[in-house]
């Protein structure tokens, strides 16, 4: 008697006529307040629909604009641009000392470049300068997202054969740029809080620790939202391309992060030029 009421229960709620109700895609505010409280289920959901440039364009242009903001009013606090023109200057002047031992320039070329750039700190930002800074933010924020998209999509693609295109790998990784706007929020409030510049929220930057020392690239490496952001990217990458399993997901986000990190530092210590560079 009870199977035949659940039966006939269920006959009933999808009866012929009944029209199923299509789901909704979710709004952009959605989105946004799902991939902070619920990644795995707005992920899901966004996966169902095709992947739309808005999804990643969006918050990468306001994380972006965010960063030159939080640049802006970082460098405009008389104490920390000192701090940061201090230690740009010394490490300038260690990378230098450094090629003119290996013979790539003189010890006049090295004082005559290092003059120039102190001369051009001490004059503080210029309006010129501001608007190159967020231009340059805007211009290889945008070139690195595309870059090192490109490189989850080939894995997710050809690797992992998932079902999928390019478009659905921006869409993962533009969507973790409302974690990066947090970071950037609560990396300026500290920076004026704590009186010196800090670039993130690793235990490097707690420790005002030299990251271009292993100890210190590994420390940096230690950062709760730069861990949360690739998690949820990690997520994210396997509901959009439909993938049984995050595991192989999470193995190649994180590779990236870490291996590639590795292969800029030692490149750094090999071509001390590229330090000039920040990296």
Same mark, same amino acid.
């Given at each position: 008697?009870?199977?035949?009421?659940?039966?006939?229960?269920?006959?009933?709620?999808?009866?012929?006529?009944?029209?199923?109700?299509?789901?909704?895609?979710?709004?952009?505010?959605?989105?946004?307040?799902?991939?902070?409280?619920?990644?795995?289920?707005?992920?899901?959901?966004?996966?169902?629909?095709?992947?739309?440039?808005?999804?990643?364009?969006?918050?990468?242009?306001?994380?972006?604009?965010?960063?030159?903001?939080?640049?802006?009013?970082?460098?405009?606090?008389?104490?920390?641009?000192?701090?940061?023109?201090?230690?740009?200057?010394?490490?300038?002047?260690?990378?230098?000392?450094? $090629? !003119?031992?290996?013979?790539? #320039?003189? *010890?006049?070329?090295?004082? %005559?470049? +290092?003059?120039?750039?102190?001369? @051009? /700190?001490?004059?503080?930002?210029?309006?010129?300068?501001?608007?190159?800074?967020?231009?340059?933010?805007?211009?290889?924020?945008?070139?690195?997202?595309?870059?090192?998209?490109?490189?989850?999509?080939?894995?997710?693609?050809?690797?992992?054969?998932?079902?999928?295109?390019?478009?659905?790998?921006?869409?993962?990784?533009? $969507? !973790?740029?409302?974690?990066? #706007?947090? *970071?950037?929020?609560?990396? %300026?409030? +500290?920076?004026?809080?704590?009186? @010196? /510049?800090?670039?993130?929220?690793?235990?490097?930057?707690?420790?005002?620790?030299?990251?271009?020392?292993?100890?210190?690239?590994?420390?940096?490496?230690?950062?709760?939202?730069?861990?949360?952001?690739?998690?949820?990217?990690?997520?994210?990458?396997?509901?959009?391309?439909?993938?049984?399993?995050?595991?192989?997901?999470?193995?190649?986000?994180?590779?990236?992060?870490?291996?590639?990190?590795?292969?800029?530092?030692?490149?750094?210590?090999?071509?001390?030029?590229?330090?000039?560079?920040?990296?």
């Amino acid at each position: 008697m009870d199977n035949f009421d659940s039966n006939d229960s269920t006959s009933s709620n999808t009866s012929p006529g009944a029209e199923v109700q299509p789901e909704e895609e979710l709004s952009l505010s959605d989105k946004m307040v799902g991939i902070i409280s619920e990644p795995s289920t707005t992920f899901e959901k966004i996966s169902k629909f095709p992947p739309k440039t808005m999804d990643w364009f969006t918050p990468m242009l306001l994380l972006l604009v965010l960063v030159f903001i939080s640049q802006f009013l970082l460098l405009n606090n008389k104490e920390l641009y000192y701090q940061v023109k201090e230690k740009q200057i010394a490490r300038m002047e260690k990378n230098f000392n450094e $090629m !003119v031992k290996q013979g790539k #320039m003189t *010890q006049d070329q090295a004082n %005559t470049q +290092l003059n120039a750039i102190q001369d @051009r /700190m001490d004059k503080g930002i210029t309006p010129v300068q501001i608007v190159f800074q967020g231009v340059g933010i805007l211009i290889f924020g945008f070139i690195i997202f595309f870059i090192i998209t490109g490189i989850y999509f080939l894995f997710a693609k050809f690797a992992f054969k998932g079902d999928g295109s390019y478009q659905s790998a921006l869409v993962a990784s533009g $969507m !973790v740029s409302y974690i990066g #706007m947090i *970071q950037v929020i609560v990396t %300026t409030i +500290l920076a004026f809080v704590m009186g @010196r /510049m800090m670039n993130d929220t690793s235990v490097a930057s707690f420790m005002d620790m030299d990251k271009s020392t292993f100890t210190g690239f590994i420390l940096a490496k230690l950062d709760v939202f730069s861990i949360w952001s690739y998690s949820v990217l990690s997520i994210g990458l396997a509901k959009m391309f439909k993938a049984s399993s995050a595991l192989k997901y999470f193995l190649l986000v994180f590779g990236v992060w870490i291996l590639g990190g590795l292969l800029l530092f030692f490149l750094a210590e090999a071509i001390p030029f590229l330090k000039l560079f920040g990296m």
